[in-house]
Nanobody, 123 residues
Framework: QLQLVESGGGLVQAGGSLRLSCAAS????????MGWFRQAPGKDREFVAH????????YYADSVKGRFTIARDNAKNTLYLQMNSLKPEDTAVYYC????????????????WGQGTQVTVSS
């Protein structure tokens, strides 16, 4: 089992910043690819960002590229998402996810999920 718990969500004004954290426990964190996904009311869950198991490669959705940064600290078993220049369109529940080393941007490739943390961006 691999347990994931997100934190750091909240209410922020447009243009502001938040940093989300995902604490992992149980199975070995360092051997998993990690990703962030989000889901707004009435919409499907969508890919936000991915980081390889080594931390050497990252990928971002076009909608967040240049504004969000994904990072991992394997020594602390923690995943981060730094979100800058936030927009009202970023409002959603954000989920941390873990998958095999080959996992990238496809939701079905991830098999461990956190419960989510709410991010609300006001205009």
């Amino acid at each position: 089992q691999l347990q994931l718990v997100e934190s750091g969500g909240g209410l922020v004004q447009a243009g502001g910043s938040l940093r989300l954290s995902c604490a992992a426990s149980g199975r070995t964190f360092s051997t998993h690819a990690m990703g962030w996904f989000r889901q707004a009311p009435g919409k499907d869950r969508e890919f936000v960002a991915h980081i390889s198991w080594t931390g050497g490669r990252t990928y971002y959705a076009d909608s967040v590229k240049g504004r969000f940064t994904i990072a991992r600290d394997n020594a602390k078993n923690t995943l981060y998402l730094q979100m800058n220049s936030l927009k009202p369109e970023d409002t959603a529940v954000y989920y941390c996810a873990a998958g095999p080393k080959y996992a990238d941007w496809t939701i079905s490739e991830y098999n461990y999920w956190g419960q989510g943390t709410q991010v609300t961006v006001s205009s």
